[in-house]
């Protein structure tokens, strides 16, 4: 699973983007009119609301025992490895999205935080999982 702050990973972003769990090529007339429906600035997370955020999530998979394999919380995104299980994927994500926006809002963070939406994809085998695992691990380097 993979989610985004808030105005940080555009449609139309060079880096390419997901719609409907399809990866598209960048494009500029595109991020130009994404860049105008935003109704906030930008959101990038600081070091130490990264490591809140990453314990928010560690904590709350804890409580209601979902096995995460890897984590990674970086400026602009979350990246999230975990067993399957038996809850439906919108609402895992929404529940981690919701959490951790309440506590960076404890901390003296304001507005929207997250941007609406998520990517995910499915791993059909251990070698896929792996290769997940070790991208997702790539970014806490």
Same mark, same amino acid.
């Given at each position: 699973? %993979?989610?985004? %702050?808030?105005?940080?990973?555009? +449609?139309?972003? !060079? @880096?390419?983007?997901?719609?409907?769990? !399809?990866?598209?090529?960048? =494009? +500029?007339?595109?991020?130009?009119?994404?860049?105008?429906?935003?109704?906030? +600035?930008?959101?990038?997370?600081?070091?130490? !609301?990264? !490591?809140?955020?990453?314990? %928010?999530?560690?904590?709350?998979?804890?409580?209601?025992?979902?096995?995460?394999?890897?984590?990674?919380?970086?400026?602009?995104?979350?990246?999230?490895?975990? @067993?399957?299980? =038996?809850?439906?994927?919108? =609402?895992?994500?929404?529940?981690y999205?919701?959490?951790t926006? @309440?506590?960076l809002?404890q901390?003296?963070?304001?507005?929207?935080?997250? %941007?609406?939406?998520?990517d $995910?994809?499915?791993?059909?085998?251990?070698?896929?999982?792996?290769?997940?695992?070790?991208?997702i $691990?790539?970014?806490?380097?």
């Amino acid at each position: 699973m %993979t989610w985004t %702050t808030y105005g940080s990973w555009l +449609p139309g972003d !060079e @880096r390419r983007y997901v719609v409907n769990g !399809e990866i598209l090529q960048g =494009d +500029p007339k595109i991020l130009e009119r994404s860049k105008k429906r935003l109704k906030s +600035p930008a959101v990038k997370i600081n070091k130490k !609301e990264i !490591e809140l955020v990453r314990q %928010t999530i560690l904590y709350k998979a804890r409580e209601i025992a979902h096995e995460i394999l890897a984590l990674a919380v970086c400026t602009n995104h979350v990246h999230l490895a975990a @067993r399957a299980d =038996d809850k439906l994927i919108e =609402d895992i994500v929404g529940r981690y999205k919701s959490i951790t926006t @309440r506590a960076l809002w404890q901390h003296g963070r304001t507005g929207r935080i997250w %941007t609406k939406g998520y990517d $995910k994809r499915f791993c059909f085998s251990e070698e896929e999982l792996k290769q997940k695992i070790q991208y997702i $691990k790539k970014h806490n380097a």
